[in-house]
């Protein structure tokens, strides 16, 4: 059973920086790609980041390129989001979920898996 845990979640002010953790367990966290979603109240779940088995290739949501970069150790089974300047419309749940397939997709019906959410709170 795969089970995956957020973590470094909080309450920021515009313009800081967090970073997400989220570790897995099992043995065949490097099988496979790993995303990260979002979502806002009263918003559907939405696309932020993605990245394949091994590291080799990432996708941004328009919203986030440039601030956001996503990476992985797959010798501590944990993959990461770097948040970087923050705005109020970040705020949301952020969800980290494994995909059924090695490369990163950005599709939210690609990923099986998928952990509890870590709250992502922005002031203006």
């Known amino acids: 059973q795969v089970q995956l845990v957020e973590s470094g979640g909080g309450l920021v002010q515009a313009g800081d920086s967090l970073r997400l953790s989220c570790a897995a367990s099992?043995?065949?966290?490097?099988?496979?790609?790993m995303g990260w979603f979002r979502r806002a109240p009263g918003k559907e779940r939405e696309f932020v980041a993605a990245?394949?088995?091994?590291?080799?290739?990432?996708y941004y949501a328009d919203s986030v390129k440039g601030r956001f970069t996503v990476s992985r150790d797959n010798a501590k089974n944990t993959v990461y989001l770097q948040m970087n300047s923050l705005k109020p419309e970040d705020t949301a749940v952020y969800y980290c979920?494994?995909?059924?397939?090695?490369?990163?997709?950005?599709?939210?019906?690609?990923?099986?898996?998928w952990g509890r959410g870590t709250q992502v709170t922005v002031s203006s």
């Open positions: 979920a494994r995909s059924s397939h090695i490369v990163a997709t950005m599709n939210i019906y690609d990923y099986g898996y």
């Open positions: 990245i394949s088995w091994n590291g080799d290739r990432q």
């Open positions: 099992g043995r065949t966290f490097s099988s496979y790609g």
